[in-house]
């Protein structure tokens, strides 16, 4: 056993804290670095790198932030726990304890590597609106795609709920939990997109593209939002349990 197995709730913030500046160094360092003189040129000679470093950024920013959520702990990784026994062949409480923990980490690490998918599947409506894989195609359209409307998100979040209460409602608190994950991946997404774009509110319409300050405030404001309604609001049913074994 290790000593992260004790780590007072007062670290927490901390940990927090460590993943909202690193999400503002992904956010900081995708925006500029593709503008440097060395990674310029790269861009110029292979076509689509652009769009293959924005949407790498893009789901970057889904995996740190849903690991601000749930407080991901890579103590983990760097540190492995060894099982401990009383007697030779018979498991301690400690031990038992320890198994539980590693299975919560498994689970919410897979729960991160999903956000960073779908936080990336959100550029697939390109390639569906140019009716091509080829990707000049899908980055030369002449209107946004239909994943790029904000819109979507509350509308899929409802209609999952809604889905879900009427199949089985023991399942609702299960879904809602895939909901902010789905809500912390996507509006990610969409708030950086806005400072160049704007955000699309169909069929209102678009905002004025978000200034840069306006847009990186909403990227590390997000994830804070989702974790105070997470611990605030879902049962105890839903905060016990490991989030990717209920969806």
Not at 20 to 32: A, N, P, S
Not at 48 to 67: M, Y
Not at 210 to 232: A, D, N
Request: charged letters at 10%.
């Amino acid at each position: 056993m290790t000593w992260q197995m004790f780590i007072p709730s007062t670290f927490l913030p901390v940990r927090c804290l460590i993943y909202e500046v690193l999400l503002l160094f992904i956010c900081v360092t995708g925006d500029h670095l593709p503008r440097t003189k060395t990674v310029s040129q790269w861009i110029d000679r292979y076509y689509g790198l652009r769009a293959i470093l924005d949407n790498l950024v893009h789901g970057l920013v889904g995996f740190v932030s849903w690991a601000v959520v749930i407080e991901l702990d890579l103590s983990y990784v760097f540190s492995p726990i060894v099982p401990s026994s009383t007697e030779e062949g018979s498991p301690s409480a400690s031990s038992f304890k320890i198994f539980i923990a590693m299975h919560e980490f498994n689970a919410h690490l897979i729960a991160c590597l999903f956000s960073m998918i779908l936080a990336m599947v959100v550029d697939v409506d390109h390639f569906i609106m140019a009716r091509s894989w080829r990707l000049k195609d899908a980055v030369s359209l002449s209107g946004r795609p239909p994943f790029h409307c904000t819109t979507v998100i509350p509308v899929a979040v409802c209609f999952s709920l809604l889905m879900s209460y009427h199949i089985r409602r023991r399942s609702v608190c299960h879904c809602a939990s895939f909901s902010l994950l789905f809500i912390t991946a996507w509006l990610s997404h969409h708030i950086r997109d806005a400072h160049r774009h704007g955000l699309w509110f169909w069929p209102l319409g678009s905002t004025p593209p978000l200034p840069y300050f306006v847009y990186i405030s909403g990227i590390l404001l997000l994830p804070l939002l989702v974790k105070l309604y997470y611990y605030s609001t879902m049962s105890s049913e839903f905060t016990s349990a490991p989030i990717m074994s209920t969806v």
